[in-house]
């Protein structure tokens, strides 16, 4: 069955660390993107991309990167960790603009 | 202001009961709107999901937009306990997607 997988599930790094977060799906969908989600803000979306080369800042962007080089996998960097980046994670894809989007089951970053 | 807007809660109803879970958005040019459930540690999943004015029926759930007053909402009808669950309303404006904080909705027994 198709799908979207992310890794780590959990994962915890120091302050002033680079971190990246996996993503991948399998459905082939053109359009990927990564929010994260505490409490009292709920989802918050930080990057998105509708294409192979193509990316996008969404809200919440300072402080993370993405680069999406294929159609199955788009990669959230942290740059320089920071304690405010603590927080869930999720990617998610949909196969056209204002489509249904599909969840991972999400990373949960703890920068200490 | 927040782009979209849903009451926190916590919302709680009797078994059998119909839920009511309100959403309403900021910008008219808003072309599509979901509902998503989140049950605690886990991720969204899509309950419906309305693109146009009135009534859209799937099983126990009903969505309801009405684009006029920039309102979408979701009824569950016959609510159970395993309804229990965060209710996230999302709204596609241009190339985002903007998700609500999510109402909480507990079902007693």
């Known amino acids: 069955d198709a799908e979207i997988t992310q890794s780590p599930r959990h994962k915890i790094t120091e302050t002033g660390r680079q971190v990246t977060l996996a993503c991948h799906q399998t459905w082939n969908h053109n359009n990927m993107f990564w929010y994260r989600q505490d409490l009292g803000h709920g989802l918050r979306l930080i990057h998105y991309?509708?294409?192979?080369?193509?990316?996008n800042k969404g809200e919440v962007s300072d402080g993370y990167s993405v680069s999406r080089s294929n159609t199955e996998d788009l990669p959230l960097t942290l740059e320089s960790a920071a304690s405010s980046q603590t927080s869930v994670y999720f990617c998610?894809?949909?196969?056209?603009?204002?489509?249904?989007?599909?969840f991972g089951a999400g990373t949960r970053l703890s920068v200490l | 202001q927040k782009e979209v807007e849903q009451n926190s809660g916590p919302l709680s109803v009797p078994e059998g009961a119909i839920a009511s879970l309100n959403c309403t958005y900021s910008d008219r040019g808003s072309q599509s709107f979901f509902w998503y459930r989140q049950y605690s540690g886990k991720s969204p999943e899509l309950i419906m999901f309305?693109?146009?004015?009135g009534d859209k029926e799937d099983g126990r759930f009903t969505a309801q937009l009405n684009k006029a007053s920039q309102y979408v909402s979701l009824l569950i009808r016959d609510s159970q306990p395993s309804d229990s669950a965060t209710y996230l309303c999302a709204v596609q404006a241009g190339n985002q997607f903007y998700f609500g904080t999510g109402t909480s909705l507990t079902v007693i027994p």
């Open positions: 991309s509708y294409g192979v080369q193509d990316t």
């Open positions: 998610a894809s949909s196969p056209s603009v204002g489509n249904i989007q599909y």
């Open positions: 309305i693109y146009s004015n």
